[in-house]
């Protein structure tokens, strides 16, 4: 009934998050394995690797607006986005296997290709998943609370796949290429069992409503609303200093801090084990100040962090742990903070225009991500090149002066910025009460009018079953 709480069960959230791990056991290679190893182990060239991946991604975004307006008019009696979800497996699938297991000899077309591939299947699934769990509650803190599950279960799935290079030895594997194959196997083996998992237990409200057209025009009109345009910067601020992080890692660490890559590996795991401990303080943060201000708080926390790991004693895995831990706890906030948010603009949109844009919200949410994370490596890539480091190189100190800055100073001023950005947010949770009240109010109107037109002997006045259909009595 509208208006009345809508608190998913534990269970159900855990079955919408279950993709997660292998989508993020997909994603976390893709800007932290998948370039350097491209780079390192296959011989393309840094700046092939960077334009690729910079390109494939801003081609991918014009796909973004096409495909959530395609979910925004999709009507079908298992819902919007579950089947756009269930679409998308098998795409990704076919992808991965082609990019991780590739061998050394392929050409910068093949890479090309199976980028847009992957990209492709990645925006349906992102796009189908993100809309599906802003449908599943109108609540402001249960919106908090589902996307604090999906980011659990994202952390999780990176953290599961980064176990396997550590695994890997012990059973007699070694090399880098058969670490990063067997991250494509573990995303091929587990993805249609977990997407099956959420299409099996994981409802999705019908809508039943004529869908409105829904195209570029409209996604534009949606770029200008100021809660939008917010949030957007804020998203691609929040979310480009990570993506940085994440490509010039194991530069960082191995040529920088003076670690090997398996130790690197170790730390790159402590970060995302900080992120998992971290998912449920946000949280809890959101609940009491408002996910704005929680935004903003675990904003200034990374910022001081990741300026700490500037000083980092080289060779000193102590402190390195305790440092990347703290570093990881922030990670969590804004990737499903901002997506809760965006979940309240989606009702701020439909009371104002009485159309649902919740496909295509999400889709301008996907494309700032993608701009970050293609910035991350198509810009840092070619930037370290022409600042003389040397991908290729197993020492030498040409270049690090400028990888240390790019890997700490940057993320830490992005992330700052975000947080003087999203302070002054304005759709609090006091104002988004106001908007479920009025979306109550024309949902509980559009229904006694359909209700009126559909039978209009109880339009006027409310009658009982009795009154309707008389119960015929005996002649006394």
């Given amino acids: ?24 056991g997909l994603g976390l290679p893709l800007v932290v394995y998948l370039p350097e190893f491209y780079a390192s182990e296959l011989g393309l060239s840094l700046a092939q690797v960077g334009f690729a991946f910079m390109m494939v991604r801003f081609l991918d975004m014009a796909f973004d607006p096409f495909i959530g307006g395609v979910m925004d008019r999709t009507r079908t009696r298992f819902g919007r986005f579950r089947p756009w979800f269930a679409i998308s497996a098998p795409i990704l699938m076919i992808a991965t296997a082609m990019l991780f297991m590739a061998k050394p000899g392929v050409t910068t077309l093949y890479l090309w290709t199976w980028l847009l591939v992957l ?72 993805l249609p069992l977990a997407v099956g998992l959420a299409i099996w237990k994981v409802p999705e409200p019908l809508v ?31 979310g480009t200093g990570p993506a940085i992080t994440g490509a010039l890692f194991f530069f960082f660490f191995v040529r920088v801090k003076e670690f090997d890559k398996a130790t690197a590996s170790l730390l790159l795991l402590t970060y995302f084990i900080g992120g998992l401990i971290g998912a449920p ?118 270049g690090l002066a400028g990888l240390q800055a790019m890997f700490t100073l940057v993320p830490a001023g992005l992330a700052l910025a975000a947080s003087a950005i999203i302070a002054g947010y304005k759709l609090t949770s006091e104002k988004h009460s106001e908007i479920r009240a009025g979306l109550d109010a024309h949902d509980k109107a559009e229904a006694a009018h359909d209700l009126a037109e559909a039978a209009p002997e109880m339009a006027a006045e409310p009658k009982f079953v009795e009154e309707i259909h008389p119960v015929a009595r005996p002649a006394e």
């Avoid at 992102?126 to 980011?151: C, H, K, N, T, V």
């Avoid at 952390?155 to 194959?181: F, N, Q």
């Fill in 281 to 398: 303080i946000w949280t809890r943060l959101a609940y009491k100040i408002g996910k704005h201000r929680g935004l903003a708080v675990s904003g200034l926390f990374y910022a001081a962090v990741t300026l700490g790991t500037y000083i980092m004693p080289a060779g000193n895995l102590p402190v390195a742990v305790v440092m990347m831990f703290l570093a990881g706890l922030p990670y969590s906030a804004g990737a499903f903070l901002l997506r809760a948010m965006m979940a309240d603009v989606s009702d701020e949109v439909r009371l104002e225009t009485k159309i649902d844009r919740t496909g295509l919200l999400y889709a301008l949410l996907s494309g700032t991500v993608k701009i970050g994370s293609a910035s991350a490596v198509g810009i840092t890539f070619p930037v370290l090149a022409m600042m003389g480091f040397d991908a290729h190189a197993k020492a030498g100190t040409s």
């Fill in 1 to 24: 009934m509208a208006g009345e709480p809508q608190r998913r069960s534990n269970w159900t959230l855990a079955a919408y998050a279950a993709p997660c791990l292998p989508l993020a």
């Fill in 119 to 190: 990209y492709a299947g990645v925006s349906i699934s992102s796009l189908a998943q993100l809309a599906w769990g802003a449908a599943l509650s109108p609540e402001y803190d249960q919106r908090s609370r589902i996307y604090a599950w999906w980011q659990g279960a994202n952390v999780v799935g990176m953290i599961l796949v980064l176990t396997l290079p550590a695994l890997l030895p012990m059973i007699g594997v070694k090399g880098h290429a058969a670490a990063v194959g067997a991250m494509g196997w573990f995303v091929v083996a587990l």
């Fill in 208 to 238: 039943v409503k004529k869908a409105a057209r829904s195209g570029f025009a409209e996604y534009f009109k949606l770029l200008r609303r100021p809660t939008v345009a917010r949030l957007l910067i804020v998203d691609f601020l929040v």
